[in-house]
Nanobody, 127 residues
Framework: QLQLAESGGGMVSLGGSLRLSCEAS????????IGWFRQVPGKKRENLGC???????LYAEAWKDRITITRNQHNNASYLNLENLNPDDTASYRC?????????????????????WGPGTQVNVSS
């Protein structure tokens, strides 16, 4: 069974940046799209964006100026670069794969229907 593991979280100061990683188990992402999300306790999970199987990133409108999503050529890792962080960005950041990463009429269509999820990595932003 495909397993995902995020890493790279931690404490960062206001205005700082982080690079989060999502690594897949031995069989890799198998060409699936990869999605990135964040979860704050008591709030709805937020879809930040995704990257297609052929490497095209798509971003939620609210995030497009502060994140970059990439995947490596070996098809076993994805990266989420977060910029200009503030305390409201404190959350658990998760990746997922085997889901829809697409647009409709040029707009990103977020989906929560993903087959495999990582447990998340915690990001804490101090003021």
């Amino acid at each position: 069974q495909l397993q995902l593991a995020e890493s790279g979280g931690g404490m960062v100061s206001l205005g700082g940046s982080l690079r989060l990683s999502c690594e897949a188990s031995e069989q890799g992402f198998q060409g699936f799209a990869i999605g990135w999300f964040r979860q704050v306790p008591g709030k709805k999970r937020e879809n930040l964006g995704c990257i297609t199987g052929d490497g095209r990133p798509l971003y939620a409108e609210a995030w497009k100026d502060r994140i970059t999503i990439t995947r490596n050529q070996h098809n076993n890792a994805s990266y989420l670069n977060l910029e200009n962080l503030n305390p409201d960005d404190t959350a658990s950041y998760r990746c997922a794969t085997n889901g829809a990463c697409s647009t409709l009429w040029g707009r990103y269509m977020p989906s929560d229907a993903w087959g495999y999820w990582g447990p998340g990595t915690q990001v804490n932003v101090s003021s």
